[in-house]
């Protein structure tokens, strides 16, 4: 009887044992198996660069184009601007003037206008016309036995021509130079109600040789107008010597006709 009784209390562990050995089995075989080796990642640094390489050299590409198409633009606008055969130029302008011998310089305004033809690429012959207008101080003088203050207005026009030579073409700047060479007439007489002008120190009434060297910078406002700015140096010879007078010119240059 007790017999049975403890055959009875062991057979339940026997039955435990034997459930549990596959799954204690299978733990052991999953403890006994080496880890696995990560994966490694892939490596994305080389295509990255090759983007950023490629994005690099399409942008460069772009920008070539864009400076060369304005090349191209400039050397169209250039052209149209210095092809034109005639160059129409006026305005007005100042000069230092020496009226005589012994009188101090003056100022004097003016006004010009010339027109150039361009027969040779950029050298042109130049046809110019000015008239400078002031009042000379003399001092006072005495005349028929009356000291007399004068302060008379004097004129001067001049007509010359000569080369003109393009030496700078640019999209917004050109650049000039001439020399003039012609005639000068100068009224010195018309302001002394009456007196002789070489009594009040004045040269006298005459036309002589004028000779005239400047440099002129054009601003284009067009293919066709311009702003000038000239300096130049007038050459006169009234009396017995030469006088050398800076002045400069501000005007308009007007293009047209084409070669």
Do not use: C
């Not at 204690?24 to 006994?32: G, V």
């Not at 917004?172 to 009594?199: C, D, S």
Request: no cysteine; glycine share 12%; aromatic share 14%.
């Amino acid at each position: 009887m007790r017999f049975r009784t403890f055959s009875g209390y062991t057979r339940y562990p026997l039955f435990a044992l034997l459930l549990l050995a596959p799954a204690l089995i299978h733990a052991q075989d999953s403890n006994s198996q080496p880890p696995a080796a990560p994966q490694a990642a892939p490596d994305q640094t080389q295509p990255q660069e090759s983007t950023q390489q490629d994005r690099a050299q399409v942008l460069r590409e772009a920008q070539a184009r864009v400076n060369a198409r304005r090349k191209i633009r400039i050397q169209q606008i250039v052209q149209d601007t210095y092809s034109h055969k005639y160059d129409l130029d006026f305005g007005g302008g100042s000069l230092r003037f020496t009226p005589g011998n012994s009188l101090q310089r003056m100022n004097e305004a003016g006004w010009y206008i010339d027109l150039t033809d361009y027969f040779h690429g950029d050298l042109g012959i130049t046809a110019d016309f000015r008239g400078y207008y002031g009042a000379a101080y003399t001092g006072t003088h005495i005349y028929n036995g009356i000291a007399q203050a004068y302060n008379p207005s004097i004129s001067q026009y001049t007509f010359m021509a000569g080369p003109r030579y393009r030496f700078f073409k640019g999209q917004h700047w050109g650049w000039t130079a001439e020399a003039l060479v012609g005639a000068g007439h100068g009224n010195f007489g018309t302001g002394t109600n009456g007196l002789p002008p070489q009594l009040v120190g004045l040269f006298t009434d005459s036309t002589v040789l004028n000779f005239n060297g400047g440099v002129a910078a054009d601003y284009n406002l067009g293919p066709g107008l311009a702003l000038r700015f000239a300096a130049n140096e007038l050459i006169t010879n009234y009396g017995s010597a030469f006088q050398e007078n800076l002045g400069g010119n501000l005007g308009f240059v007007y293009r047209f006709g084409r070669k």
